[in-house]
């Protein structure tokens, strides 16, 4: 069975450092990857999606994301975090239909 | 255009009580999901519908939930005899392709 796993349940950066909010995916073809985020209180917002064409996606808000299949990962990455980054990130792989969601990581931006 | 639209907002009911949650997808989405958020946690698969097929209810919890969709729009996720454990932010999505949009969630509180 497919599975997403976000290796950090929570991140901690300061202001003006680079992020990085780790995933893998299992599926053994190619997937269709997705990077969610959630404020607090608010629903899901689409950050990116990759759906095998350029292996680097960027998204919005600065991050973008790798898709490398040697390593089965899709990390999210930042250079510069923002104090209104905090919120929570879902990583989603779509194959046959079904959307698998990681457990998500909590970003914290410290001043 | 409109994107997903969810009511009620927020849901306070007593134990043992149904409760129906409402989801309106974005119009032509012909893939529509239902999702449960617990306080702190990741996202969990309830159901999907995709066009006149059969609905995946893979995910539903117990025989007190159900969901129907009418054609290509508007679902109803309905919950009988409600326990505490029920309450959730419950989230929809629709989606046309691979990429899903989601509602700002339903916040149902059982006391």
């Known amino acids: 069975a497919q599975s997403v796993t976000q290796l950090d349940s929570h991140v901690s950066v300061s202001e003006g450092t680079p992020v990085l909010l780790r995933c893998n995916y299992s599926s053994s073809y190619s997937p269709s990857l997705f990077w969610y985020v959630q404020h607090p209180n608010k629903g899901l917002q689409l950050l990116l999606k990759?759906?095998?064409?350029?292996?680097l996606v960027k998204g919005i808000n600065g991050f973008e994301a790798e898709f490398k299949k040697s390593e089965t990962s899709f990390h999210l990455t930042k250079p510069s975090a923002h104090m209104s980054d905090a919120a929570e990130y879902f990583c989603v792989e779509y194959n046959f239909n079904k959307f698998y969601f990681g457990s998500g990581t909590k970003l914290n931006v410290k001043p | 255009g409109a994107g997903v639209s969810q009511s009620p907002s927020n849901k306070v009911t007593e134990k043992g009580k149904d409760v129906e949650l409402r989801c309106d997808p974005i119009?032509?989405?012909?893939?529509l999901y239902w999702y449960r958020q617990r306080l702190g946690q990741g996202l969990e698969f309830l159901i999907y519908f995709q066009g006149n097929s059969a609905p995946d209810k893979s995910g539903l919890p117990s025989d007190r939930f159900s969901a129907e969709r009418t054609g290509e729009s508007v679902s109803t996720l309905t919950i009988q005899r409600t326990q505490q454990e029920d309450s959730a932010v419950y989230l929809c999505?629709?989606?046309?392709?691979?990429?899903?949009?989601f509602g700002p969630g339903t916040r149902l509180l059982v006391l």
């Open positions: 990759y759906t095998s064409a350029a292996t």
């Open positions: 999505a629709s989606s046309l392709v691979e990429t899903q949009y």
């Open positions: 119009s032509g989405h012909t893939a």
